[in-house]
Nanobody, 126 residues
């Protein structure tokens, strides 16, 4: 059974920081790349960061230099450290395993599972 539990969200002022956690069931986590997504009101879900099973990260341009993704394979947990938060980072954040698809113009990432966790709300506001 797919199980993804996100936590760590909250209300933070612009410029602040948060650390999100995602606990995944072992069947999801082991040997899989993992990703953090976010969905703002009225917008499509977007991928913000990925990390391979051996720890190689990749970031969307919008968060590069501000967010850091990491994973603890012993705990089946992936983290997202967010700094210099801005109002446009406000969204519900989700995690999922991701599939990497190499292409001529780069690597594309797709969520592995249709079932998502409840997400964790991040609100950046003064």
């Amino acid at each position: 059974q797919v199980q993804l539990v996100e936590s760590g969200g909250g209300l933070v002022q612009p410029g602040g920081s948060l650390r999100l956690s995602c606990a995944a069931s072992g069947s999801i986590f082991s040997d899989n790349a993992m990703g953090w997504y976010r969905q703002a009101p009225g917008k499509q879900r977007e991928l913000v960061a990925t990390i391979t099973s051996d720890g190689r990260p990749n970031y969307a341009d919008s968060v590069k230099g501000r967010f850091t993704i990491s994973r603890d394979n012993a705990k089946n947990t992936v983290y997202l450290q967010m700094t210099s938060l801005a109002p446009e980072d406000t969204a519900v954040y989700y995690c999922n395993a991701v599939v990497e698809v190499p292409a001529a113009d780069g690597t594309y990432y797709y969520p592995s599972y249709d079932s998502w966790g409840q997400g964790t709300q991040v609100t950046v506001s003064s």
